[in-house]
């Protein structure tokens, strides 16, 4: 297991076992898709309050709870880049910013295009609404560091502790809903005790979630794959292997 | 399985970073708790009550919409609503669209000015809406429940 591991901690294993995996998470997340989308549009039943326009909520949420998943592989894999001084902890961190700032924007406007129509209100300055606007600036913050610096390994150095920096802000989003009064509600899936949703309507909202999951993990081995060409362009593996395949 | 470093400058490298959440962690912690009232979105009837709520400027008030308060004006748009958190209430006075969700029972936040009477002048008003998520025939039996409930209890 821990082999496995260790393995994954070199680029060129990591190419190799990204190039068998993609394909089948890109499979994966397809059919998941396809199966929660159906479910959320056609199976689960209207809201008795919001009627048709709560089905928002399988973009909205998965959406937004990726945004904070996201952030913590970020975080962790700086971290770790930090401390082991991993070369694939880099890759992965830098793969994961753009991918969990997409997930932030969507969040931030599937939330809007929600609240005109409930609350009466684009946007509100509530502590739920600005953290997660927080978040993403941290998103933009780490991708502009990142580019600003030229050298890849001080870049990597000052991503990483923005990174770890800003992991106050998940408890906060988090808990915001919580911890102050906002216009947001509370939270309705909750991991421990029962969840403010009819199961009907759970279901496909988990699948959305396998979903987004998926895709996450599909695009992040991608980006990674892509980087590790452009790093390791130099390096004799890469070189035997992109001449092998031209033969 | 060893999740802790052996090496020692990398023991030293995590010390460091743990040591640098707690900080951070701590210290906003300390502003948020510090700035509770400006990240609250509104005021409750029971704190204006108090007189915590500002007197000359704009805040926000939430809570619930009393039942059978609502009373609107058939030639205009004007209505008149309490909102309460069950204990105390304040009466507020709008002009305007209400949103979808605006209903008797339910959560609101409305904006606007506290009057000498103490009746809450609204410019804006907002609908909260809660955290659960159901059918309507759910929402139908749990209503039919409680009346059969509060029927036997004779209330």
Known sequence: ????FHRLASPKHFYLFANRIIPWLGWSTLITFIIGTYLGLFVAPTDYQQG??????????????????????????????????????DIIASSAAPLGAAFTILALITGSLWGKPMWGTWWIWDARLTSELI???????????QSAIEDRR????????????????????????????????????TRFGKSAMATSMLIPLLTMFLAFKLYFGTT????????????????TWMKKMIMGSDK | MRLLPKHP???????????????????????????????????????????DAPKNHAFRIGGLVKKGSVKR???????????????????????????????????????????????????????????????????????DAKKLQSTMTGN
Request: glycine share 6%; proline share 4%.
């Open chain 1, 52 to 89: 048709e326009s709560y089905r928002i909520i399988y973009i909205h949420v998965p959406a937004a709870w990726m945004s904070m998943f996201v952030y913590m592989i970020m975080a962790i894999a700086g971290g770790i880049g930090l401390i082991w001084k991993m070369k694939m902890a």
């Open chain 1, 220 to 235: 992040l081995l991608m980006r990674a794959r892509v980087e590790i060409l452009e790093r390791e362009r130099d390096t």
């Open chain 2, 9 to 51: 400058k990398r023991r030293k490298r995590l010390a460091l970073i743990a040591l640098m959440i707690t900080g951070i962690g701590s210290a906003v912690a300390l502003a948020t708790i510090a700035l509770k009232q400006n990240i609250n979105l509104f005021y409750g009837p029971t704190q204006i009550l108090a007189g």
């Open chain 1, 154 to 189: 001080t870049a990597a150095n000052a991503c990483a502790i923005l990174a770890l920096v800003g992991v106050v802000n998940i408890p906060i989003i988090h808990y915001s809903v919580e911890w102050w009064n906002t216009l947001h509600q509370g939270p309705t899936v």
């Open chain 2, 73 to 143: 004006n058939k030639d205009n748009l004007d209505i008149y609503f309490e909102v309460t958190d069950t204990v105390n209430k304040v009466p507020v006075i709008y002009t305007g669209i209400l949103p979808d969700l605006f209903r008797e029972g339910q959560g609101v936040v409305a904006q606007g000015k506290l009057r000498a009477d103490g009746v809450f002048i609204a410019d804006t008003v907002l609908a909260k809406h809660d955290e659960n998520y159901m059918p309507p025939e759910a929402a139908q039996a749990i209503s």
């Open chain 1, 135 to 145: 978040l993403l600036f941290l998103y933009l913050g780490f991708i502009a560091l």
């Open chain 1, 1 to 4: 297991m821990w082999s496995f």
